[in-house]
């Protein structure tokens, strides 16, 4: 079957060749500083398990208080019992998505004055614009990097935070980079791509790629289930941002496609290449994964 790709994924890789980034790009890429923020208390809400470990472990090092929760309805409970200095909000949820989880807030808890940060894979034009003029306190692109991540909040949480001197030793270098491209090519990853999204940061594409693994067998059996239901969009739209985390661009391709088409004869011809894509790309991240020794996220 010719599927209707917005890019053909092959030139997409060839357009990323020579994308290593080099030692210059990587320091600007990583936050402005190194800080820790004991004292601060955040809310997580995406329906994203997968999503909601890798914000907790880009916010770990920082020593954050974390609370994360899977629905716009458990963070109104959440809000109601406990104060939060900063609530990082998904935008695409079932059942009440994160714009109407705003608006409940806002209505309910008139008190409630903690910024709300809107985090989406969706980028197109205007779409940040109208965001924030809901009321949004700021705007992340998925997939987000540790290094926006924490630069978005230490922004909004400055008289939380502490400030360090250190330098980052985690990166892979250029040779590194080269001797693993291709092996990864094969299972339909670019890790060129893959450090680009995650800012040169070794340790973070790292974490996406062993939280993928984890992940995997429990996001191939939503997507299943979900054929044929609503709920199909936004797993395909989930793993559309995943993907693009571990630098899986077929998959990416593959799930963008079907998230626009949003049409049900289409996506259930699709599935069988998602689920297959899906498997291969955990076969090489956990190839990766071996081949380096990780063994934490």
């Known amino acids: 079957?010719?599927?209707?790709?917005?890019?053909?994924?092959?030139?997409?890789?060839?357009?990323?060749e020579k994308a290593v980034l080099s030692e210059e790009e990587s320091s600007a890429a990583r936050p402005k500083k190194q800080f820790v923020a004991p004292d601060a208390h955040i809310l997580v809400v995406d329906d994203n398990?997968?999503?909601?470990?890798?914000?907790?472990g880009f916010l770990e090092p920082a020593l954050i208080q974390i609370d994360d929760v899977e629905s716009g309805f458990e963070a109104l409970e959440m809000i109601d019992i406990k104060d939060y200095d900063l609530v990082l909000m998904d935008l695409r949820m079932p059942k009440m998505d994160g714009a109407e989880t705003l608006r409940r807030i806002q209505t309910e808890y008139p008190d409630f004055h903690a910024p709300v940060v809107v985090l989406t894979a969706d980028i197109m034009n205007g779409v940040e614009e109208r965001l924030l003029s809901c009321g949004f306190a700021g705007f992340l692109?998925?997939?987000?990097?540790?290094?926006?991540?924490?630069?978005t909040i230490a922004d909004f949480i400055r008289e939380k935070v502490v400030y360090l001197?250190?330098?980052?030793?985690?990166?892979?270098?250029?040779?590194?980079?080269?001797?693993?491209?291709?092996m990864l090519l094969s299972f339909g990853i670019n890790l060129r791509l893959a450090l680009e999204y995650n800012a040169g940061n070794t340790g973070e594409f790292l974490t996406r790629a062993a939280l993928f693994a984890e992940y995997a067998e429990a996001g191939m059996e939503k997507l299943q289930r979900s054929v044929g239901k609503e709920s199909y969009y936004l797993q395909v739209h989930s793993i559309k941002s995943v993907a693009r985390g571990v630098g899986a661009y077929l998959l990416a391709e593959l799930a963008e496609t079907a998230e626009f088409r949003r049409d049900p004869d289409f996506s259930e011809k699709v599935t069988p290449l998602l689920l297959n894509e899906y498997q291969k790309v955990r076969e090489g991240l956990e190839k990766i994964l071996g081949e380096v020794e990780y063994d934490g996220t």
């Open 165 to 182: 001197n250190m330098e980052d030793d985690k990166e892979l270098t250029i040779s590194d980079v080269e001797r693993y491209q291709d």
């Open 1 to 16: 079957m010719n599927l209707p790709l917005s890019e053909p994924a092959a030139q997409k890789v060839a357009g990323r």
């Open 141 to 151: 692109a998925k997939p987000v990097s540790s290094a926006k991540l924490l630069d």
């Open 49 to 56: 398990a997968y999503n909601r470990r890798v914000i907790s």
